[in-house]
Nanobody, 124 residues
Framework: QVQLVQSGGGLVQAGDSLRLSCAASGSTFTFNTYLMGWFRQAPGKEREFVAQISRSGGTTRYADAVKGRFTISRDNTKNIVYLQMDSLKPEDTAVYYC???????????????WGQGTQVTVSS
């Protein structure tokens, strides 16, 4: 059984920063063998890719909408992946999800494990 438990999020003003965390656990889940990603889903919209990080943390990928403002990182000693969000905009308002995959991919269907989601609301 695999668990991805998210924390962080909340209500902030435009220009503020937030950090999301996602802690992984499970008897059959070896954290450093999975690529980790963050996705988000705004009201009335499809879930979309935000960022991904490789197993070692040496390679990252970002959606154009967040590039230069968000930073994904991971701590393989703690089995945690982070999403540092700076210069937040109202259009960043969404439920954010962490996910684990065996491939370096932006496709939702390639991620078998998902966190519970956490709300981020950015007011103008």
């Amino acid at each position: 059984q695999v668990q991805l438990v998210q924390s962080g999020g909340g209500l902030v003003q435009a220009g503020d920063s937030l950090r999301l965390s996602c802690a992984a656990s499970g008897s059959t889940f070896t954290f450093n063998t999975y690529l980790m990603g963050w996705f988000r889903q705004a009201p009335g919209k499809e879930r979309e890719f935000v960022a991904q990080i490789s197993r070692s943390g040496g390679t990252t990928r970002y959606a154009d909408a967040v590039k230069g403002r968000f930073t994904i990182s991971r701590d393989n000693t703690k089995n945690i992946v982070y999403l540092q969000m700076d210069s937040l905009k109202p259009e960043d308002t969404a439920v954010y999800y962490c996910a684990a995959a065996g491939l370096f991919t932006v496709r939702l269907n390639d991620y078998p494990y998902w966190g519970q989601g956490t709300q981020v609301t950015v007011s103008s």
